[in-house]
């Protein structure tokens, strides 16, 4: 009398999260020096100074009930409207306060947003490689899940492919750019055929197709990559967001979902996507966590390490013979193993207490994932391990 | 294509909530003095000292990725085993770190657990009054919403009228005591009756009913009020709390749910709400507060304000003729509207600036709820108003 699709879900946690804790098992047993764990997305440079101010500065105040009390459900205003001035002046467009909405982080704002679209036989397409969570997102919020082949020269999107998987039933499609894994961040072009193609389809179908920006790597970006404001070239466009990655805070569970008044049917998605939020127990995002936001609204993160991580791991990798499309945003390679599936080669790096994640979940069983947001010590030290595995085959 | 259930609960937030924004709105037009808020239980004495210096102590360390990394899912080792010493402790029984999982507060601890006992036609059974935002998470969890109607003599449970809507559905009872709205506390043999009917209903359906103990009051209790241990009474119960109302910090959305042992299908219970948590996009509960947590376990709260505001409330409405069982716990008071509906008596004291919330969401439509947790000056100036609507009737 359990429900059997909830216990597989929680019985079998994500491959990333399984990686993980068995590192932290293994680093007890070999000593944390001798993992080379570069399994999950877990920011590796400090919070920003900042926001380390402005996490102290907030918590010695006196009054501790204008610290810790509720605030309203989409957030405290003057919170809000700190992530709209600051929306307001990145993207040159008005941004209101009131469609912001702060949630425990980018995860929940997503599945509010995948739950208010979901209807009668609903789908929603991703792009391969796409984050593995986006599946179960999708599933259990009601929807059926659309993954679309991913353009392995590059990572942009394969759109012969997307347009042959859309239908009359096309809800939204996840866009997540930068993209974990890939680290591909969309060009111009990509999006204005994306915006082209979405077009026709809701015409051709007579309703919307809304792009969901999956946007928690937006900061993250590297040489002259540049992540373009969506909803300037596709008006149909909610954006869901964390501070996770750019503030370095991703255990504190701050984000938002913000629905542009471009968006058709702005206000009522906006209603419907919060009221997901309440039925699966939102009541606000942590008030302390807001409070953060509203002072650092504009801050931006020092890259410096991720670029030289990225570097690092990058040139040894191809010069070892790795084939890898080099990133432009976020912080992971995405690494073709060298002989057989992504799995396989998991399993036997995890033999050298080298944690890598097989790109199965990803949708690309060929792949494996890396992430940089690890120390640039440990990447030098793992080398090794990685050439030896290549040479192995 | 929007979905419609989502739009109506977003729409329409809570009654309690919507007297909450209007009483800030109120305020800001007729002055913070002139509106007598008794809609929302936010806590009114500050956070325990310990809990303070546990946020600047925390927030002072240097090395910022301990403090806010991700955690594993159901938190950090460390904060669920000092959970579950003090639950070890509290109640005499052994207690184990992993049957504790760290939610953003008790409403998504709740959710996750209906999500889990949701199946082909379960019901869930909630005794009246109950707290209003049950309805919607065990109806939009998948599982019929049935109330019991109240005990009107002492608001403890009318177990002829539960015995009457077990049946072969029932996955559930939810038991929140100490109960919002009425302040009841129950008793020990209402708990051991209750545990009397659900082992002879599981024997004759073949299947455990489950209690649900939704306990964020637990710490809450006057006089010689005593909250028992219910596991140790029925076994088959699963505890949701939240630091919320101990540490008055309902806005940094911290608490759990904790399945004992003694549950049948313990591990498969727990496994099933953890993977609910997940596709409701839980990652893990705030990193810093679980922290906080992990350091003040063990914290009692100061019950002398709540305690005055309760006695100074309950002793002047009944003295003006208000009908009023007087609360053992949490910080309400639950009173028969003197003539009519509840609905019409808040809606005649909201134009008096007096914000109550009428009882109809909570089962008991010629009820109303006054929160006790505001200041007590704010009581005192506010009698005159109660007085004067009682006399009007």
Same mark, same amino acid.
């Given at each position: ?9 929680? %019985?079998?946690? %994500? ?23 570069? *399994? ?45 001035? =600051?929306?307001? +002046? ?11 909405? &702060? ?55 394969? &759109? ?41 389809? %809701? ?10 920006? /999956? ?26 967001? *964390?501070? *996770? ?11 938002? &979902?913000?629905?542009? =008044? ?9 209603? +419907? ?23 650092? +609204? ?8 991720? =670029? ?38 998991? =399993? ?26 690890? %120390?640039? /010590? ?7 391990? &990685? ?7």
């Amino acid at each position: 009398m359990i429900n059997e699709s909830m216990y597989q879900l929680g %019985s079998k946690p %994500s491959c990333i999260r399984e990686l993980f804790m068995y590192g932290l098992k293994q680093a007890a047993i070999v000593g944390k020096e001798n993992v080379y764990d570069f *399994s999950i997305g877990n920011p590796s440079v400090p919070a920003p100074q900042a926001v380390t101010d402005a996490f102290r500065a907030i918590t010695a105040q006196e009054d501790t009930l204008a610290i810790h009390s509720y605030t309203p459900a989409g957030g405290a205003p003057d919170a809000r409207a700190a992530v709209a001035a =600051d929306l307001a +002046a990145r993207t040159d467009t008005p941004v209101r306060a009131e469609n912001v909405f &702060f949630t425990c982080g980018a995860a929940p704002a997503l599945v509010s947003v995948l739950r208010a679209l979901a209807v009668e036989n609903s789908e929603v397409i991703a792009i391969t490689p796409y984050f593995p969570e986006y599946r179960p997102f999708v599933e259990c919020s009601g929807s059926k899940f659309v993954p679309v082949p991913a353009d392995m020269e590059n990572f942009q999107i394969n &759109f012969a492919e997307m347009e042959k998987r859309i239908t009359a039933n096309t809800q939204a499609v996840i866009v997540n750019s930068p993209n974990n894994p890939s680290g591909a961040v969309y060009s111009l072009e990509t999006l204005q055929t994306l915006a082209k193609l979405l077009t026709a389809k %809701s015409q051709e179908y007579g309703h919307p197709i809304y792009v969901i920006a /999956d946007e928690p790597y937006r900061e993250l970006v590297y040489d002259d990559a540049y992540v373009h404001y969506i909803p300037a070239i596709y008006p149909n466009t909610v954006i869901c967001y *964390s501070y *996770s990655k750019v503030f370095s805070l991703p255990g504190e569970r701050i984000g938002y &979902f913000f629905i542009p =008044d471009c968006v058709e049917d702005s206000a009522r998605l906006f209603a +419907a996507a919060a009221g997901a939020a309440r039925i699966m127990g939102h009541v606000c995002a942590p008030s302390l966590q807001q409070q953060v936001v509203r002072a650092c +609204a504009t801050v931006k993160p020092d890259l410096t390490e991720y =670029d030289r991580n990225r570097t690092l791991l990058y040139e040894a990798l191809t010069e070892y013979g790795y084939t890898c499309v080099k990133p432009q945003g976020a912080f992971y390679l995405f690494v073709k193993a060298p002989k057989g599936t992504a799995k396989e080669f998991s =399993d036997r790096a995890k033999q050298e207490n080298l944690l890598i994640v097989p790109g199965d979940d990803f949708g690309c069983p060929e792949y494996f994932r890396a992430s940089t947001c690890v %120390s640039n /010590d440990m990447i030098r030290r793992s080398l090794p391990v &990685f050439k030896k595995l290549i040479e192995e085959v």
